[in-house]
């Protein structure tokens, strides 16, 4: 549960807790990094689906910044979404537009013309369905974690 600060959208709940639920002794650093990167793609989709009961989202999410270079992060994300996942190979996409909203004007990385490599979604329905209800339960078990704060 990546909530080391919380949970925001759509949770609203600053005293939840980051976790790992389901540990054991075979678990191995390979298994705590995928956990960390199903965690963050989990919680992506909650919001994604919570900005999709305000708009239309279409069949297609843009993803780009360091974790948008992981093959595996944008695989479980477009199965997790049941979308089209779409990754610009320069992965800085959002340094650059804030850059030039800030006027620095038009900044470029290379020459410009970005490839964009599709992850399409690879699982069913059940499974999605699944996966999000099993998140949802981990979700409550950090909610309200932290104690609030004393005011000391």
């Known amino acids: 549960m990546p909530a080391l600060s919380g ?4 949770h609203w709940d600053r005293r939840a807790a980051g976790l790992w639920i389901g540990l054991s002794l075979d678990t191995d650093p390979r298994d705590m990094m995928q956990s960390l990167l199903e965690g963050i793609a989990l919680r992506t989709a909650e919001v ?3 900005m999709s009961s305000l708009t239309e989202i279409g069949d297609e999410v843009s993803v780009d910044g360091g974790v948008s ?14 979308k089209c996942v779409a990754v610009k190979t320069f992965p800085e996409i959002t340094a650059i537009g804030t850059a030039q909203l800030a006027g620095a004007g038009d900044i470029r990385g290379g020459d410009g013309a970005t490839p964009v490599r599709r992850y399409l979604p690879g699982t069913n329905r059940q499974i999605r369905e699944s996966r999000a209800a099993r998140f949802s339960e981990a979700v409550s078990r950090s909610a309200q974690w932290r104690k609030p704060p004393t005011g000391d």
């Open 7 to 10: 949970l925001a959208c759509p």
């Open 48 to 50: 994604i689906r919570a």
């Open 69 to 82: 270079v992981n093959p595996y992060f944008c695989q479980f994300l477009a199965d997790v979404l049941g």
